[in-house]
């Protein structure tokens, strides 16, 4: 069983603490567990005492005929009320230092896409999930993308989605933040313990919600800085000589069209682009033609119009969502998919 | 007791009963008499909670371990997808929601009132009929492609994903148009047909929760049918209201998702709350303690509840603002809460406590209430909720105070008003077993789910990381024991409609007024119309 | 007893009802008028129409502790009477006593010239919204439109849908629906213009 | 069971009721606690159309000026005209004089059913101009117009969500969403009106009502008086104030 919980220890079951907020996390959830452990020993423990106690004896028992007493109904109905503000007001406080974002510290962005976090770095480094999840990654052992993150500094994420809402979840730094496509939502932390903490995804988004996990590696200062220098990407390679505007078309790729053409020829929900451009395409109507810049255009604004044989017509018009310019950019890179 | 000035000795078992009143299917199906339209819902919901279950142990079974070789081969992602959005909304929509409130409202409350009948009988069919056809369209998705959304719908998911989620929001728009009519029913039945001399302080607990339960269904539901109608619309036209790609903000979406929700589930535990109140008074031969103040909390329950849905967004991407306001008010819902609890207990105090099957169940329901109010408050609390949020300790959380409460206190209502359904008693002993495995198993399935929570494994996960592979077996295991324990329950039911004994007006030895009806009452309830001149729980 | 469980617990309502509008500022004026106009509407309702008042006088009055504030109780209880139904303050014991069966009361009848008048009040509505309009207040211009709008409401509510002459449950229900309203639109306008505003800072 | 006139002109009130008058007060409670949902229902759009209107103000501003305020201002007098004869013909009915009830509730019907023709000729208009929601909207001209009003506006009122103009013009058609979503609800609730009164009429004319019962006529006209009170707050919140 992986170590990074801890079974017996004071926080019973929480998983590692990961910030020094997750050490007061715990400590409230401490508090918050004695006190209804002894809200339910009174009330659980007082109902089973009556219940012994007044057993029916005969059919006609005499009872005793109390409508209320004001003193008692008062008392508990003060106490549990002063109780809950202070939970409220020790809950207040830990959602305010979990809320506030710190002025200074390393700035990284997350993009939550259909089934895959994806991050990307001040300097450029992309851990981008190239083919997305396939089917056989279980859990265990799963292409997980790595956030790298130095130890002992604030580390604010930039959060957003391009499809559906996700949500951002670490255990070990008891935080979770929904990322909400259309805007951006801020999460931070201060690591304080080196190692891998798990992350999850918790708002369900769709048929792979179990198995979009990603990692924080937690790195000492130096190493930290010498990885960002190591994987920075240089200006001159821009990954395999492709056009400027192809390179844009990557990223319109990545956000709208990932989840339903692959690139590797496998079939996801539409057909694939390797080798698309040019490619004879025949269809339900019985017509074919080859694809060319049109027809890609076409199919993009209205995919109704041509429907490839044998594909389902599931494919969402972009009419009035893409510019001119943007599909110009997915033909480009259309065409280098080999 | 509700002294019945007039002698209204009972006179020997009246053959006429409204069971034998007609005959043939269709005086069943075209009745207007709120007892058969009560118990053609009890049919209809026990099928629609058998049905439930089944995906409930079907999706526990997929969950049993993780990785390659899972224990129900066949489940993939996408069905158990369908199994977890089939059993929301199953539950939430067709069992919990319409349950006790139209069973055993409809039977008790013109019967507990003396009335005849409720204000808008033939309303009363026609929302019976407009119920199950929104339970027909909804199920229909089963057949038409599917639904996989959760039962919260939540966009821009359910407006991008390609199953039939027209129909199913359709459906749930239909069935919460019943619920808004069946709650308007109610509301003019408890104003304006009480028996003479019955003020609003001598009508019993059960009515009172009731009444408190119409208000939410009349002020909470309208706000979902028009979210549903304008997710249609989203699906349908692209209006863009809450589909970011076209300027709207999906967050506003979940604030008119959960101004309904949240009331709903006070709407399916204050029915609970008034059955208990009966069930504790009646087993412990003691009037209630505390009549005004269980009274007006359960309306103080209800008129809170409009102010508190933010608790479900507190990591939605709400202002922080928005979460402390609503984290606040949220602690006010726990006071009533505890009001009740509290009062309830004390009725035991000096009384006579007799544990029958219907008396189990209350008490499972104080025990299991307890467990789920506790958790509540911390969910309630901002800095813990955080942690908590959409993780096994939310699930576990609402199946305590849903299952735990409504489905115990509901169980427990047929067990104790069966003689008055049907005049025959049920077999005590088979309603005990049937508590002890309902009571053991959903501990062993639910209390395993809190420390799940806490180790943080997130809710609707089909594949889940190793480490939480032990809990989630005994959790699996646990779901075939309440299983096992709601089949004895069915066993225990049938058997007293086959074989149970002839029951009189009273077994019980209760105090409020359906009990001076013979049982099953005629057609018209009261051979004479009651007067009423004490209290519901007139114990000495 | 109850009574002090009952306003307790309306105490514990309202204070929800004030906390986010104080902390959103929507004009605490305006919803404090609200508030504590329900509070006394149904203060007034409970008094008028089941009689709280006159049976807590009773108890008073059989227990012989009533104090010095039970003439000032009885006075209220008369005005009361008196404005519930004018003219017939000697009939309202009758009236209470039977509740349910006021076979007495015949429905009202509003004469055709008050239709009319209505009627005019309402095209003329119209016509000012419309000219209104024309004019640019900017920000005001809404306000202007929802006030020309209410009054107009508020006249089909009186007369066309007979409001005016209706018990004060009907009026309690249909207020309550405008109320639940605007609870939606305060918590949600509460979260939406407060949310802190993220920045990519590359 | 239910309400029905015997042969001597009186009313057999429905049997779990004491009395006509019972009868007829719970009626009207529940239709008024109907009349709750109703406006509740509405309420959620108005809520959701207010909170858009404050945060892209630009485009609801532009939006109104392609609605055509003369057609929405007959169709308020028509509604409120409606209102009147309706009211009139429950006064009829109360006045046991069934024949001027009928005259009254046909001009009602008349007035819903023109109500009904200008709305289509609205919606036709809009069509034509492929101003509809967002999925098949294509009037670039529209978010053109977006886009220059925007730009004219002084700089202190530009909050980041409506300075990103290219953003502005994609979620422009956000505006006719809102205008065929609402406008939409309404003309269905003025049909389920008009269908109402029609078996009302019909009723009056068989002579079912008379001064002791006339509750279905009473209970139409309510929820014909909730729909033209929709109106009265739709009409200027769409046409004249965006």
């Known amino acids: ?338 | 007791m509700a002294h019945a000035t007039q002698s209204t000795t009972i006179v020997t078992s009246t053959e006429d009963n409204y069971l034998n009143h007609e005959k043939g299917i269709w005086s069943w199906l075209s009745t207007v008499d709120h007892k058969r339209i009560a118990v053609m819902y009890l049919i209809s919901i026990l099928t629609f909670f058998l049905v439930g279950g089944i995906f409930a142990l079907l999706l526990r079974g997929a969950l049993f371990n993780s990785g390659e070789n899972k224990f129900w081969s066949y489940i993939t992602p996408e069905v158990y997808n369908q199994f977890m959005s089939y059993h929301g909304i199953i539950m939430v929509f067709m069992v919990i929601v319409p349950g006790i409130p139209a069973v055993f409202g409809n039977f008790l409350l013109p019967v507990m009132l003396g009335a005849k009948d409720v204000a808008f009988p033939r309303l009363n069919l026609a929302s019976y009929y407009i119920y199950l056809l929104g339970a027909t369209i909804a199920g229909s998705t089963l057949f038409l492609g599917k639904i996989d959304t959760g039962w919260t719908f939540y966009t821009p998911y359910s407006i991008k994903t390609s199953t039939s989620v027209i129909m199913a929001v359709l459906g749930a728009f239909t069935m919460g148009m019943a619920s808004i009519l069946t709650g308007l029913n109610f509301i003019v039945t408890t104003h304006k047909l009480r028996a003479p001399g019955q003020t609003m302080n001598k009508i019993p607990l059960f009515v009172w929760a009731i009444y408190a339960t119409s208000i939410i269904q009349i002020l909470a539901t309208p706000v979902l049918g028009i979210t549903l109608l304008l997710l249609g619309a989203e699906r349908a036209l692209g209006v863009g209201i809450f589909d970011p790609n076209l300027g709207g903000d999906p967050v506003l979406f979940q604030h008119f998702f959960w101004f309904y929700s949240h009331p709903a589930v006070y709407i399916m535990v204050l029915p609970a709350m008034g059955i208990v109140s009966e069930l504790i008074s009646t087993f412990s031969r003691k009037t209630i303690f505390g009549y005004t103040a269980i009274a007006y909390s359960s309306l103080a329950i209800a008129a809170v509840s409009f102010l508190v849905w933010g608790h479900h967004m507190f990591v939605s991407g709400q202002s922080e603002f928005a979460g402390i306001m609503f984290s606040v008010i949220t602690m006010l819902v726990g006071v009533p809460t505890a009001i009740k609890l509290f009062n309830w207990i004390s009725t035991m105090y000096k009384g006579s406590v007799r544990l029958d099957a219907p008396m189990l169940y209350a008490i499972g329901f104080l025990f299991l209430f307890t467990i789920g109010g506790l958790t509540g408050v911390w969910l309630a609390a901002t800095g813990m909720d955080v942690h908590f949020h959409d993780t096994y300790f939310v699930v576990a959380h609402f199946h305590y105070v849903m299952v735990g409460g409504t489905l115990m206190a509901f169980t427990g209502g047929i067990f104790f008003w069966f003689p008055k359904f049907f005049g025959k008693m049920t077999n005590d002993t088979l309603g005990r077993i049937s508590w002890v495995f309902i009571f053991t198993g959903f501990n062993v399935t639910f209390f395993p789910q809190f420390i799940l929570g806490a180790m943080g494994m997130p809710r609707r996960y089909f594949e889940y990381h190793p480490a939480y592979e032990p809990l989630n077996q005994i959790s699996t295991v646990g779901s075939w024991l309440i299983g096992f324990g709601f089949l004895v329950a069915l066993a225990a039911i049938i058997h007293g409609l086959v074989a149970g004994q002839k029951a009189s007006a009273n077994p019980w030895g209760s105090k409020t007024l359906e009990w001076q009806a013979p049982s099953p009452p005629p057609h018209d309830n009261f051979p004479i119309t009651p007067t009423v001149t004490a209290g519901p729980y007139e114990y000495r | 007893m109850d009574l002090v469980i009952q306003y307790g617990l309306y105490g514990i309502a309202y204070a929800c009802i004030f906390v986010p509008f104080f902390g959103f500022g929507l004009g605490p004026p305006v919803v404090i008028g609200a508030a504590l106009g329900s509070f006394i509407g149904n203060t007034y309702s409970l008094i008028a129409q089941q009689g709280i008042l006159k049976n807590f006088i009773k108890d008073k009055k059989e227990t012989g502790s009533g104090g010095p504030i039970l003439p000032l109780l009885e006075g209220a209880q008369k005005a009361i009477d008196g404005f519930e139904n004018p003219g017939s303050a000697m009939k309202v014991e009758a009236h209470h006593e039977e509740e349910h069966n006021h076979d007495s009361e015949k429905h009202h009848i509003i004469p055709i010239p008050v239709y009319v008048g209505v009627l005019l009040v309402l095209l003329l509505g119209t016509v000012i919204t419309v000219a209104v309009a024309q004019v640019d207040f900017g920000a005001m211009n809404t306000v202007i439109a929802m006030l020309v709008a209410t009054i107009k409401a508020s006249f089909v509510l009186a007369f066309f849908m007979h409001l005016k002459y209706d018990n004060l449950m009907n009026r309690v229900i249909f207020g309550s629906g405008f109320f639940f309203l605007m609870l939606l639109i305060a918590f949600s306008a509460a979260d939406i213009f407060t949310r802190a505003s993220v920045i990519k800072a590359f | 069971m239910s309400t029905v006139k015997t042969e001597d002109g009186h009313f057999h009130h429905a049997h779990h009721f004491k009395n006509l008058n019972h009868q007829y007060d719970s009626a009207k409670q529940g239709v008024w606690l109907f009349m709750v949902t109703e406006i509740l229902m509405f309420g959620g759009l108005f809520v959701a159309y207010l909170i858009y209107k404050s945060l892209y103000a630009p485009i609801f501003h532009v939006g109104s000026t392609y609605l055509d305020v003369k057609m929405g201002s007959i169709n308020t007098v028509v509604l409120i005209t409606s209102s009147f004869t309706m009211a009139l013909g429950i006064y009829f009915n109360q006045k046991n004089k069934p024949k001027q009830a009928v005259i009254a509730l046909v001009l009602t019907i008349l007035c819903a059913l023109t109500f009904m023709v200008i709305k289509y000729f609205e919606y036709s208009h809009k069509i034509h101009l492929g101003l509809v929601p967002g999925k098949y909207f294509n009037n670039p001209e529209f978010q053109q117009k977006v886009a220059d009003f925007i730009n004219a506006m002084p700089i202190e009122n530009l909050t980041p969500a409506i300075s990103d103009i290219n953003n502005m013009k994609k979620i422009a058609p956000l505006y006719f969403g809102f205008y065929f979503v609402m406008t939409g609800l309404h003309g269905f609730h003025v049909v389920i009106g008009a269908l109402l009164i029609l078996w009302v009429t019909i009723k009056t004319a068989r002579g079912q009502f008379g001064s002791e019962y006339y509750t279905p006529v009473e209970g139409v006209g309510l929820f014909w008086h909730i729909v033209d009170l929709i109106w009265i707050y739709l009409f200027p919140l769409l046409y004249l104030v965006g």
């Open chain 1, 1 to 338: 069983m992986n170590t990074w919980f801890s079974t017996f220890s004071a926080n019973a079951f929480m998983p590692i603490q990961g910030t020094e907020i997750a050490g007061k996390v715990d400590g409230f959830y401490a508090f918050l567990l004695i006190s209804s452990l002894i809200s339910s020993i009174i009330l659980i423990g007082g109902m089973t005492a009556f219940i012994i106690q007044y057993k029916r004896k005969t059919a006609t028992d005499k009872t005793a005929y109390i409508t209320h007493n004001t003193m008692a109904e008062f008392t508990w109905s003060f106490i549990p009320f002063v109780i809950m503000m202070v939970i409220f007001y020790w809950g207040k406080v830990i959602f305010n230092e979990l809320r506030t974002m710190p002025q200074a510290g390393e700035e990284i962005h997350v993009v939550g896409v259909q089934w895959a976090w994806n991050f990307k770095y001040k300097n450029g480094i992309k851990q981008y999930t190239k083919d997305g999840v396939t089917k056989e990654n279980k859990i265990g052992n799963v292409e997980k993308q790595v956030m790298v993150v130095p130890y002992n500094k604030p580390v604010k994420l930039v959060m957003t989605s391009n499809d559906v809402i996700h949500s951002f979840y670490v255990p070990g730094f008891r935080n979770k933040q929904d990322v909400i496509p259309g805007r951006y939502t801020a999460f931070w932390f201060k690591a304080d313990k080196l190692g891998e903490f798990q992350v999850f995804c918790t708002e369900y988004c769709g048929l792979q919600h179990s198995q979009m996990p990603a990692t924080i590696r937690v790195v000492p200062e130096a190493q930290y800085a010498a990885w960002l220098d190591s994987n920075k990407p240089s200006a001159a390679s821009n990954d395999g000589g492709i056009s400027e505007v192809a390179q844009k078309g990557i990223e319109l790729y990545e956000n709208k069209c990932r989840s339903c053409h692959s690139l590797d020829g496998s079939r996801v929900v539409g057909p694939t682009w390797k080798g698309i451009y040019g490619a004879k395409r025949e269809f339900e109507s019985g017509a074919s033609v080859n694809a060319d810049d049109n027809y890609l255009r076409e199919s993009i604004l209205n995919p109704a119009a041509k429907i490839v044989k044998g594909y389902p017509a599931a494919m969402p018009p972009y009419a009035g969502q893409l510019s001119d310019e943007e599909i110009e950019q997915l033909i480009e890179y259309m065409k280098t998919v080999k």
